[in-house]
């Protein structure tokens, strides 16, 4: 569902604090990206997110070890449970690390968020950071939102390659080819190539480059290069290639051609929801057998397909994407959900509209393929 304002009888969360006990409100903060009502912050320092993508992808890595030493099922389920760790954890490092310090709110010192971001894109194929943080801080203007100079409408239609004025089906259509697409991900990954590895900045290239060719090398020498590609190079580059593509896809909606023109905080206030994984809570109560199902399955979806989606698509903060876009220099972004709901509560002063929302990645995705279908073929999305 799509909605502009926290309504405690039909808002998703407001539900769950009050069908479940207190004690998994916590869990469900996490997973969901959205507090409890009057549930309280906690303080986090913005570092310790560096630390939580180090511990993801380290154990990932550690996982997928034990699981190339061992065999059979076990083997597999933990060569499968590695992919995921590593796919966290280079995430985390996309969105938490790399992308907060474009914005200088990882270190205290901006010298030291430079260095670390110029590291992390060198070692792990992402767009060298002084160009990045250039076309981001950009991004975040208004005036260039949603045209086609910004790094949203450039991956959206250039690389994903889908039009304005398509049908929604035929829009969906070229989404799902494109991830299963040999070609599409070796355009991806070559253009990720190029940005990190031919910046024209020799060091960091070269940082890049050699780190890469000295893992396969090593790896090859211990007799561990096919290892190293499926728990190192696949996480790398197809799986946060696919995670990617879907975490994109819901950052912005492309606004009705009525609204693209007008410049302005309205603008801005539709073209950026939130997203949050999850769903409404059943009604029914769990001692009836309608309820057991219903209740059965809630948690199912909730502990598989949404956990999956939080910890590899909307990780760190991607679900208050709107709140960063609103407040883009709010020290509070270490307590997102907290931050966010606040604001929401407060009625987001300075701005003419509240805080929207959509439960549901493959929800969010549908409406802004269908927001795209609506514009004219001829339009791009800052005409």
């Not at 906690?42 to 190339?68: H, I, N, Y």
Request: hydrophobic letters at 45%.
């Amino acid at each position: 569902m799509t909605r502009t304002m926290s309504d405690h009888r039909t808002d998703p969360r407001a539900l769950m604090a009050l069908r479940l006990p207190r004690a998994m409100q916590p869990l469900l903060t996490w997973l969901t990206g959205r507090p409890a009502p009057s549930e309280c912050a906690r303080v986090r320092a913005p570092w310790t997110f560096l630390l939580e993508a180090l511990a993801w992808t380290v154990l990932g890595q550690l996982v997928g070890t034990v699981g190339f030493a061992t065999h059979g099922l076990i083997s597999a389920a933990l060569i499968a449970l590695s992919l995921v760790l590593t796919t966290a954890g280079v995430s985390l490092f996309q969105i938490a690390v790399f992308h907060r310090c474009a914005h200088a709110q990882l270190f205290a010192v901006r010298r030291r968020n430079r260095d670390v971001g110029r590291l992390v894109s060198a070692l792990l194929l992402f767009k060298h950071f002084d160009r990045y943080q250039q076309e981001h801080m950009s991004h975040h203007s208004v005036r260039t939102l949603l045209t086609e100079g910004d790094e949203f409408t450039d991956f959206v239609l250039g690389l994903c390659r889908l039009e304005p004025g398509m049908p929604k089906r035929q829009l969906w259509r070229c989404v799902l080819t494109s991830l299963a697409s040999p070609r599409f991900h070796t355009r991806f990954l070559v253009h990720r190539a190029r940005m990190s590895w031919m910046s024209g900045d020799r060091l960091h290239d070269t940082v890049g480059i050699t780190s890469w060719a000295l893992g396969a090398a090593g790896c090859a020498a211990a007799g561990w290069l096919i290892p190293f590609f499926v728990l190192w190079v696949l996480p790398l580059t197809l799986l946060l290639q696919l995670v990617t593509v879907g975490r994109i896809l819901i950052e912005h909606r492309f606004p009705d051609p009525s609204h693209s023109g007008d410049r302005d905080k309205v603008f801005q206030c539709r073209v950026t929801l939130g997203v949050f994984p999850g769903s409404a809570p059943p009604a029914h109560d769990a001692a009836t057998l309608r309820g057991l199902v219903a209740w059965a399955s809630w948690w199912a979806d909730m502990l598989t397909v949404q956990l999956l989606v939080r910890v590899v698509v909307l990780v760190a903060d991607t679900p208050c994407h709107d709140f960063h876009h609103r407040r883009p220099s709010s020290p509070r972004w270490t307590e997102y959900a907290h931050a966010r709901q606040d604001d929401l509560d407060a009625g987001c002063p300075g701005y003419p509209i509240n805080y929207g929302e959509t439960w549901g990645l493959i929800r969010a995705i549908d409406e802004n393929l269908a927001a795209l279908s609506s514009l004219p073929r001829d339009a791009s999305a800052g005409r």
